[in-house]
């Protein structure tokens, strides 16, 4: 790399080395790499395609594309993506929020009214519950994760879109939800079986935080966890809707009606996969 690399040209080299380590959308991954370090939108660096690239810009560029070429998540390389149309600060303390989750998002808000409290277990960066708190604002919710390093990328999450006042964040296990009844329980626990995880894209096995991501019994034991805790931290009424893994519906269904949980429902994903499972305190 030199003087002589216009943007143009930058772009291009990233993306052919982007496939060549296996990227799936080389080209969009270079240029929201390149638009991050260059401080420029998308269309920015087309308006810039020509312009030549200093020593500086270089020196900036060449470690995150090598970053990126050993796999390493691009929301990491850039602090930050995006969920339910909101920017959320990531960091490998916590998972990348994916936007089959809002799936859990639109489920819970069909199900809520005009005011009650909602538990958010394992929130991560917070993505779930602080989209809720901005769609609910008569509401108050709380957000419980194991993790401190991942409760702090919450609560500055919850503090950047002014909802800190109404989500408290709780440090604790989903063995045992704080003692209070709830309205809404949402849940993305971990959910992948052990045996699957040498099957998992490199950008989750060597990067994401390995706690968040894997769960005993087949990954079904934090939907066991928290199903059996349902009828004792729900209000008469209230529901359980928990994200699962696209062969768990079935299992998942079965936890549920044995905690005497009722109106149990499978609600599949815009690729036609279940994605959440919900179930109703009698």
């Not at 990227?23 to 270079?30: G, V, W």
């Not at 989209?131 to 990328?153: C, H, M």
């Amino acid at each position: 790399m030199s003087d002589a690399w216009t943007l143009l040209k930058m772009l291009d080299w990233i993306t052919e080395f982007f496939a060549d380590k296996g990227i799936d959308n080389p080209r969009l991954d270079a240029q929201l790499l390149l638009a991050h370090l260059l401080q420029l939108d998308r269309v920015g660096l087309y308006l810039n395609y020509d312009r030549p690239l200093s020593a500086e810009e270089l020196d900036r560029i060449r470690p995150l594309v090598k970053r990126r070429g050993q796999r390493e998540p691009l929301q990491y390389l850039l602090g930050g993506t995006e969920f339910w149309s909101l920017a959320f600060e990531v960091s490998p303390a916590v998972l990348i929020p994916r936007a089959d989750t809002e799936i859990l998002v639109e489920e819970a808000l069909s199900r809520a009214g005009e005011r009650g409290c909602l538990l958010d277990v394992g929130t991560g960066s917070g993505a779930i519950v602080i989209s809720l708190a901005t769609e609910l604002p008569d509401w108050q919710l709380v957000g419980l994760d194991i993790s401190t390093a991942a409760l702090a990328v919450a609560i500055r999450n919850a503090e950047k879109h002014g909802v800190a006042e109404r989500v408290e964040m709780l440090h604790g296990d989903l063995a045992k939800l704080p003692e209070r009844r709830y309205d809404l329980i949402v849940a993305n626990p971990p959910y992948i079986d052990p045996e699957e995880w040498p099957e998992l894209m490199p950008e989750v096995r060597c990067y994401e935080p390995r706690e968040a991501l894997l769960a005993a019994d087949r990954g079904l034991a934090c939907y066991h966890k928290l199903a059996v805790q349902a009828t004792d931290r729900l209000v008469p009424g209230g529901w359980l809707l928990v994200e699962i893994g696209y062969r768990q519906s079935e299992a998942v269904r079965q936890l549920f009606a044995a905690a005497g949980l009722t109106e149990i429902f499978v609600r599949n994903d815009y690729a036609d996969r279940p994605r959440v499972v919900g179930g109703r305190c009698p």
